[in-house]
């Protein structure tokens, strides 16, 4: 019986791998539920006992994908206190799940285009532009930030961190620290971030450091085979 199971854990395995391969690659309009199955080597008799339709497959993807990046999210501004120390750790999140994922994230990235959705698709992307407005809101009402819509404010933000690995080569000239870093300071501007009558820079920051961010990063994909 466990020998039958893990086989069959194989299988579903099997199909979801090609399902988000050619998903990000392709895109999913343009993959077909057969052309998953030929991709992860299944018959499709074999096919449909185990995905009944390509949405099936994206429903459970997405899904696994934004509540380990809601996990993560949560936990690292639960780790710092001020205002801006959370931003820091939002935007460290932002940039490190797409680096250090990039084939989720490229999936996640199309399916933020996407308007017809479960609605528990729809709450889990909730789940962390809700976190952004409430870092944002109580920044602003402390004096700490200084900005218009949170909205637009927290659109762009998001946007703009979440195509790192469209560019981004851990390879390249860029290290991590510098890439948080500069994207820090991009969100500090963004929101016209003080200390005081000073504006603020990311150095500044003695927490949280991009470290302990890319050890929580870890601990919420944990078990993750993408």
């Known amino acids: 019986m466990n020998r039958q199971r893990a086989a069959e854990e194989g299988v579903e395995l099997k199909?979801?791998?090609?399902?988000?391969?050619?998903?990000?690659?392709?895109?999913?309009?343009n993959t077909?539920?057969?052309?998953?199955?030929?991709?992860?080597?299944?018959?499709?008799?074999?096919?449909y006992h185990y995905l009944g339709s390509k949405e099936e497959a994206l429903r459970e993807l997405v899904a696994d994908?934004?509540?380990?990046?809601?996990?993560?999210?949560?936990?690292?501004?639960?780790?710092?206190?001020e205002p801006e120390e959370k931003l820091a750790a939002l935007v460290a999140v932002h940039v490190l799940v797409p680096v250090q994922h990039p084939t989720m994230s490229s999936l996640l990235q199309q399916e933020s285009s996407f308007h017809?959705?479960?609605?528990?698709?729809?709450?889990?992307?909730?789940?962390?532009?809700d976190l952004w407005s409430e870092i944002l809101d109580t920044g602003k009402a402390a004096g700490v930030f200084d900005f218009g819509s949170t909205v637009v404010t927290r659109s762009g933000l998001i946007r703009s961190m979440t195509l790192v690995?469209?560019?981004?080569?851990?390879?390249?000239?860029?290290?991590?620290?510098?890439?948080?870093?500069?994207?820090?300071?991009?969100?500090?501007?963004a929101v016209r971030a003080k200390r005081?009558?000073?504006?603020?820079?990311?150095?500044?920051?003695?927490?949280?450091?991009?470290?302990?961010?890319?050890?929580?990063?870890?601990?919420?994909?944990?078990?993750?085979?993408?």
Do not use: C, M
């Open 196 to 226: 005081g009558r000073r504006y603020l820079r990311a150095a500044q920051l003695a927490r949280p450091t991009v470290g302990e961010i890319l050890d929580i990063v870890r601990d919420a994909h944990l078990g993750a085979w993408w």
């Open 65 to 81: 994908g934004l509540n380990r990046h809601a996990e993560a999210s949560e936990a690292a501004v639960a780790s710092v206190g």
């Open 165 to 189: 690995n469209q560019w981004y080569r851990p390879e390249g000239e860029i290290g991590l620290e510098q890439l948080v870093t500069e994207y820090r300071d991009f969100a500090f501007g």
């Open 116 to 129: 017809e959705w479960p609605a528990e698709l729809g709450a889990l992307r909730k789940r962390t532009q």
């Open 15 to 29: 199909l979801y791998r090609a399902a988000l391969e050619l998903f990000s690659t392709k895109g999913f309009h």
């Open 32 to 47: 077909g539920i057969r052309e998953i199955g030929s991709q992860a080597g299944v018959s499709s008799s074999v096919l």
